[in-house]
């Protein structure tokens, strides 16, 4: 329900960069999400597209790279994956103890576009 | 045809409003003023929540309320019935409060003159959690008749909050909640997690947790 104001954010950054760099057209862009987050690939697509229209951006294709949640345990300091959806009580593969610092999987990155 | 080349961003989507958030940190540090982010999904309590703390910190403190509902003053209106002050943030149709729309709130209030104001934030587990509002702490409430499960369906929540609120447990005896394996897959996501079993309704539970938030509240405002 969030991803407008997210997709705002996105575009402001984005022509930010197409006009510091003089782009004539921006063709697709890189970005980097966390498992964590509950965006959806498909709707930010959406909003973009409407967002972005009579801009540099229009037309863009968004290139969402998930990150899995990774949790580095507290007892020997292994870091494991999670499917932080499916998996009811994640415990560490290596000696079994649960709970952890949570070391990635809430990123909301811009990485780097492609531009014309 | 024109080359098509690749431009380094590397830049964070909402830095923007953490950068907000933080400022806002440093001004309530500077007037002395505690902002606690108080966030639910609908009918978990939040409401009848706020108002049995404003109950127990009343003599204590001076404080403020900020109500964000999507279209209605119901909750504004119960609180300011107590004496305290409440504003209403009429959000339409969002489904959050981001740091931006506190800072709007935080304006309508007269900060010099409050110890320790609490956000109600919109009722909905997935969107508050994403945006930062400058809060000093973040509580959440779960509810018993909500369920169990809900830390696996929304973990993003339960990872951001430092407080776990559990409401309504005067209804564990006739639910199936699991309190000890809720319990443990939060202490999962979450291991600095403080959790309070509480009944807003009958009182329970009030006590302890109203403790913890006079002696936050305490060291922060601090001069």
Not at chain 1, 78 to 96: L, S
Not at chain 2, 112 to 123: K, R
């Amino acid at each position: 329900m969030h991803e407008l104001p997210v997709t705002e954010s996105i575009l402001g950054i984005v022509l930010k960069h197409a006009a510091a760099n003089q782009v004539r057209a921006v063709v697709s862009i890189s970005l980097r999400v966390g498992e964590m987050s509950d965006l959806e690939d498909e709707w930010i697509q959406r909003y973009f597209d409407y967002l972005s229209k009579g801009t540099l951006a229009e037309g863009a294709k968004l290139k969402i790279e998930r990150v899995p949640v990774t949790i580095q345990c507290n007892g020997c300091q292994t870091t494991y994956t999670v499917k932080i959806r499916e998996e009811k009580d994640p415990k560490c593969p290596h000696c079994g103890a649960t709970g952890g610092k949570l070391i990635a999987g809430r990123e909301y990155y811009i990485k780097d576009m492609e531009v014309r | 045809m024109e080359e098509i080349r690749l431009i380094e961003v590397k830049e964070e989507i909402l830095a923007d409003n953490k950068g907000l958030a933080d400022d806002l940190r440093t001004n309530l540090k500077e007037s002395h003023t505690f902002l606690l982010n108080l966030m639910s999904s609908p009918g978990a309590g939040k409401t009848t929540f706020i108002l049995a703390t404003i109950a127990a910190l009343k003599s204590r403190f001076r404080l403020g309320v900020i109500e964000a509902d999507i279209d209605s003053v119901v909750d504004a209106e119960k609180v300011a019935k107590t004496g305290v002050t409440a504003i209403q943030l009429r959000t339409g149709g969002f489904c959050h409060l981001d740091a931006a729309m506190v800072s709007k709130g935080l304006e309508a209030l007269d900060l010099t003159q409050l110890d320790l104001v609490i956000i109600e934030n919109v009722g909905n587990l997935v969107c508050p959690a994403e945006f930062d509002t400058g809060a000093v702490k973040n509580v959440m409430i779960l509810s018993v008749p909500e369920g169990d499960d809900k830390p696996l369906k929304y973990p993003l929540m339960f990872t951001v909050c430092d407080v776990l609120i559990v409401n309504k447990i005067d209804y564990l005896p006739i639910s199936d909640f699991d309190l000890a394996a809720m319990r443990e897959r939060v202490m999962t996501l979450n291991p600095g997690i403080k959790i309070f079993e509480i009944s807003a309704k009958n009182g329970t539970g009030i006590e302890a947790w109203t403790a913890w938030l006079e002696q936050e509240t305490r060291a922060f405002i601090k001069p």
